[in-house]
């Protein structure tokens, strides 16, 4: 009998990395933030910076199809059509950008995103905070 993860010609470590992001991916579309960091890096372990996000994005397109489908009382179409051309602006110059740079440039690149992402959450939680608690001394 064939192990299934050796279809995705993967070690099973690699594989295991890859499905638990997936899960994520789908635990974050439920309405769960945060968790994006951990599954752009699991999926750049598993598969490597740049074939990672060739294969992210179909994965979070399908994932946002779902959830479009799934809160479609709550979507503001508006505000989806008006922010469509500059995230087809940014595809486009990620495209493009993506295939003009090299993979190790692109690791370290993704790295630093994720890691100022991570810090930009860290201060806007951390800031909030701040202004909750000098409100209840009001």
Do not use: H
């Not at 922010?83 to 090299?102: A, K």
């Amino acid at each position: 009998m064939r192990k299934f993860y050796l279809l995705f010609d993967l070690e099973i470590y690699k594989f295991s990395i890859a499905a638990f992001c997936s899960f994520l991916l789908g635990v974050s579309k439920a309405g769960i933030k945060g968790i994006a960091a951990l599954i752009v890096t699991g999926f750049a372990l598993a598969f490597g910076a740049k074939a990672s996000t060739g294969i992210l994005m179909p994965l979070l397109l399908l994932g946002d199809i779902f959830a479009v489908s799934y809160y479609k009382g709550f979507v503001k179409w508006n505000y989806i059509i008006k922010l469509l051309p500059w995230m087809i602006l940014g595809v486009l110059i990620g495209v493009i950008g993506g295939g003009l740079i090299s993979e190790i440039i692109f690791k370290y690149s993704m790295a630093g995103i994720i890691l100022f992402s991570v810090g930009q959450m860290y201060y806007w939680e951390n800031r909030k905070e701040k202004n909750s608690k000098s409100l209840e001394f009001c």
